[in-house]
């Protein structure tokens, strides 16, 4: 069955970096578009990017725009979000995910409900 198992979570300062990491498996990884979510202390979840199958295009939260990066190998199976110049405003948890098909773009998958799998999450605390 599908599994994503986010890693790469901690407590960090503003201004600080970090970087996650999502291992994909039971399905074929590098014919999907892949995503992060993340939520926060009492707020819905919400898209921060997406990246498409080959790598050749990202979509990102406005948010997030200038300041993350999101990446993959398929080689490894997995997907990175790079966090630089971190706000206490980006802790929450962050979620990895997948959809249910290959023919869902990346720019659709900025939708959560084209999400057919979400890892467990990975907890980011940013402190002020």
């Known amino acids: 069955q599908v599994k994503l198992v986010e890693s790469g979570g901690g407590l960090v300062q503003a201004g600080d970096s970090l970087r996650l990491s999502c291992l994909a498996s039971?399905?074929?990884?590098?014919?999907?578009?892949m995503g992060w979510f993340r939520q926060a202390p009492g707020k819905e979840r919400e898209s921060v990017a997406t990246?498409?199958?080959?790598?050749?295009?990202?979509y990102y939260a406005d948010s997030v725009k200038g300041r993350f990066t999101i990446s993959r190998d398929n080689a490894k199976n997995t997907v990175y979000l790079h966090m630089n110049i971190l706000k206490p405003d980006d802790t929450a948890v962050y979620y990895c995910?997948?959809?249910?098909?290959?023919?869902?773009?990346?720019?659709?998958?900025?939708?959560?409900?084209?999400?057919?799998?979400w890892g467990q999450g990975t907890l980011v605390t940013v402190s002020s």
């Open positions: 039971g399905f074929s990884f590098r014919h999907y578009a």
């Open positions: 990246i498409t199958w080959s790598s050749g295009s990202t």
């Open positions: 995910a997948a959809p249910g098909s290959p023919a869902v773009a990346a720019s659709m998958l900025m939708f959560d409900s084209h999400v057919g799998n």
